[in-house]
């Protein structure tokens, strides 16, 4: 199993006006590869995965998104892990996939208030108003691969390589803090 990691310490980054950028405890984190009737490893996560990309479903502990045809992103209490790698275990011979425990490589930051669109098009070409609540994306920030989860009309999760987030993490608070000195 891999080390359960978090480079940074969770707490408020940044708060103002404009948005907050708060960085979360880290999840348990799980990649799971899988093509054809997906139904024995959906037995065995107690989820049904979601087969619309950028869908996400949750149940049993277990939130999905869809990354491609054959990929999802699964987030779990970093206590499960090692129970939802067995319960995929045990149903390989019936359905051979691929589910690699990935909880030690990224930083989750929750991001969220009144100007979070005009943040988050600091970082983006796409924009991130065409993500509907409840979807998420893989997308780029500043050019760095990242996962956007929207919870809510303007509350967000991004999901960054350790590596990079102290990068992203700088660039959202600066952001903070010019959109909060355009309300003045």
């Known amino acids: 199993m891999t080390a359960h990691a978090n480079i940074l310490t ?4 940044a708060d103002t006006a404009a948005a907050r950028v708060t960085v979360t405890a880290a999840p348990g984190r799980l990649s799971l ?10 037995g065995a996560l107690g989820l049904s995965l979601p087969g619309k990309i950028g869908g996400r479903s949750q149940d049993n502990g277990i939130e999905a998104l869809c990354l491609g045809p054959d990929e ?3 987030l779990t209490a970093p206590e499960n892990v090692a129970s939802v790698v067995a319960a995929a275990a045990a149903v390989y011979d019936a ?3 691929s589910l690699v425990d990935v909880s030690a490589r990224e930083t989750t930051v929750a991001i969220d208030g009144p100007r979070v669109l005009d943040l988050l098009c600091l970082g ?7 993500i509907a ?3 998420g994306r893989r997308t780029l920030f500043d050019g760095q691969t990242v996962l956007l989860w929207r919870d809510g009309a303007t509350k967000f999760r991004m999901d960054v390589w350790h590596s990079f987030a102290p990068h992203l993490l700088g660039l959202l608070e600066i952001g903070c803090r010019e959109l909060a000195a355009e309300t003045l």
Do not use: N
């Open 33 to 42: 590869r899988a093509r054809g009737e997906l139904g024995a490893i959906e």
């Open 133 to 135: 609540e409840g979807e």
């Open 124 to 130: 983006m070409a796409r924009d991130p108003e065409s």
């Open 95 to 97: 359905h051979p996939h």
């Open 72 to 74: 999802w992103v699964l």
């Open 10 to 13: 969770p707490g408020t980054l």
